[in-house]
């Protein structure tokens, strides 16, 4: 797997007590990972099911046991901390750098089976659903990880696409973090989440979609045009570096939104090269403090984003990461209420230009 020539990138894989997976990355020397998972765990739960919208064409996934899954437990009893004086987590090690494993409520899991047909498309919640802890800190955010650290993020991201991609079934690999209680993350423990789809996700369809209309109407790729259309106009660019840029969308649909392309169109992780590869962390963590700093409130709550093509559709969509707040003042949030939520139509209280202008200003 990739990391820098300096600093390897060592993944130990291991297994949780209920079966499910566990890997560590580790950079720098090799650290010796064999600590075993002494919990006694009930069953994994019952699988999910996925349904497709006859109206609309989006699939829903259906995941009624994850009702009981755990919901803002103390901090002394978070299952994302590493296991320490007697005190056993979904991690066993004593310390960890970063670690990813399986959902123990997972949307989705388990193999592909047959859809059903016509206006009632169903078929197995196929999939996987993982847990990447950015950190063993309890009390750290993404924004607060060394440069060292979020490249071992980003090595482990890329290393699930790869393996995740490669299961039957999955038709797309989403690698995301919310932040904060605004935005109703379970755990406070600095993590994020892995989705692997058995379908297209509904955002993602639509761009295809866009991408090949553009293909038919111009004969070119619509986000090598998108993007060298805002570095051009450079009025929404929040920051750049020699091999990505930052730009606020000329159609924003939140009050702070930031889409992050590398200038080089690439399907999805796995195929960025080392020069993209080194330099994301320092762009992404300054995007990061910059949301941090917007509202003088702290951290800011916020939904990070890979945008990766299915499989099958690696030709037109372009890689990239939208990153977004619903923090829209200091003291108010946006709220997807009838218009957004009914509709799907987005009313957006700060424009694109304003919002850019002031991520630029808050750059320290
Ligand atoms: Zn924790």
Same mark, same amino acid.
């Given at each position: 797997?990739?990391?820098?020539?300096?600093?390897?990138?060592?993944?130990?894989?291991?297994?949780?007590?209920?079966?499910?997976?566990?890997?560590?990355?580790?950079?720098?020397?090799?650290?010796?990972?064999?600590?075993?998972?002494?919990?006694?765990?009930?069953?994994?739960?019952?699988?999910?099911?996925?349904?497709?919208?006859?109206?609309?064409?989006?699939?829903?996934?259906?995941?009624?046991?994850?009702?009981?899954?755990?919901y803002?437990? &103390?901090?002394?009893?978070?299952?994302?901390?590493?296991?320490?004086?007697?005190?056993?987590?979904?991690?066993?090690?004593?310390?960890?750098?970063?670690?990813?494993?399986?959902?123990?409520?997972?949307?989705?899991?388990? &193999?592909?089976?047959?859809?059903?047909?016509?206006?009632?498309?169903?078929?197995?919640?196929?999939?996987?659903?993982?847990?990447?802890?950015?950190?063993?800190?309890?009390?750290?955010?993404?924004?607060?990880?060394?440069?060292?650290?979020?490249?071992?993020?980003?090595?482990?991201?890329?290393?699930?696409?790869?393996?995740?991609?490669?299961?039957?079934?999955?038709?797309?690999?989403?690698?995301?973090?919310?932040?904060?209680?605004?935005?109703?993350?379970?755990?406070?423990?600095?993590?994020?989440?892995?989705?692997?789809f058995?379908?297209?996700?509904?955002?993602?369809?639509?761009?295809?979609?866009?991408?090949?209309?553009?293909?038919?109407?111009?004969?070119?790729?619509?986000?090598d045009?998108?993007?060298?259309?805002?570095?051009?106009?450079?009025?929404?660019?929040?920051?750049?570096?020699?091999?990505?840029?930052?730009?606020?969308?000329?159609?924003?649909?939140?009050?702070?939104?930031v889409?992050?392309?590398p200038?080089?169109?690439?399907?999805?992780?796995?195929?960025?090269?080392?020069?993209?590869?080194?330099?994301? &962390?320092?762009?992404?963590?300054?995007?990061?403090?910059?949301?941090?700093?917007?509202?003088?409130?702290?951290?800011?709550?916020y939904?990070?984003?890979w945008?990766?093509a299915?499989?099958?559709?690696?030709?037109?969509?372009?890689?990239?990461?939208?990153?977004?707040?619903?923090?829209?003042?200091?003291?108010?949030?946006?709220?997807?209420?009838?218009?957004?939520?009914?509709?799907?139509?987005?009313?957006?209280?700060?424009? &694109?230009?304003?919002?850019?202008?002031?991520?630029?200003?808050?750059?320290?």
């Amino acid at each position: 797997m990739a990391g820098t020539a300096t600093e390897p990138t060592a993944r130990t894989a291991t297994t949780l007590a209920d079966g499910r997976e566990l890997i560590y990355y580790d950079s720098g020397a090799a650290v010796p990972r064999n600590a075993v998972d002494r919990r006694p765990l009930d069953p994994r739960p019952p699988a999910s099911h996925v349904r497709r919208d006859p109206a609309t064409g989006d699939w829903v996934t259906v995941a009624a046991h994850r009702q009981a899954r755990t919901y803002q437990p &103390p901090a002394e009893e978070c299952p994302l901390c590493p296991s320490q004086d007697g005190r056993l987590s979904e991690i066993p090690a004593a310390d960890y750098q970063v670690a990813v494993f399986e959902n123990r409520f997972p949307s989705l899991a388990g &193999p592909p089976g047959e859809l059903t047909g016509g206006l009632r498309t169903a078929g197995p919640g196929a999939g996987r659903c993982e847990v990447v802890c950015f950190t063993a800190d309890h009390d750290a955010s993404f924004a607060d990880l060394s440069e060292a650290r979020a490249r071992l993020v980003l090595d482990a991201w890329t290393d699930r696409t790869a393996a995740l991609s490669a299961l039957p079934g999955v038709e797309q690999v989403y690698c995301f973090e919310n932040r904060g209680a605004e935005i109703g993350v379970t755990l406070a423990h600095p993590h994020g989440q892995i989705y692997a789809f058995p379908f297209t996700a509904p955002r993602t369809a639509r761009m295809v979609a866009r991408a090949a209309a553009h293909r038919t109407a111009t004969g070119r790729n619509l986000f090598d045009d998108l993007l060298a259309a805002e570095r051009a106009d450079g009025e929404r660019v929040v920051l750049a570096g020699e091999h990505w840029t930052a730009f606020v969308p000329f159609a924003a649909r939140w009050p702070y939104e930031v889409h992050l392309y590398p200038h080089r169109r690439v399907p999805d992780l796995t195929a960025l090269d080392e020069a993209e590869r080194a330099e994301f &962390p320092r762009l992404y963590l300054d995007l990061l403090r910059r949301f941090d700093r917007l509202f003088g409130t702290g951290r800011t709550p916020y939904i990070s984003a890979w945008h990766q093509a299915p499989r099958d559709q690696r030709d037109e969509l372009a890689l990239h990461l939208e990153l977004f707040t619903i923090r829209r003042t200091a003291d108010k949030l946006k709220y997807l209420a009838g218009v957004e939520s009914g509709m799907d139509a987005f009313v957006n209280d700060v424009s &694109p230009e304003h919002a850019a202008q002031r991520l630029r200003e808050v750059a320290r």
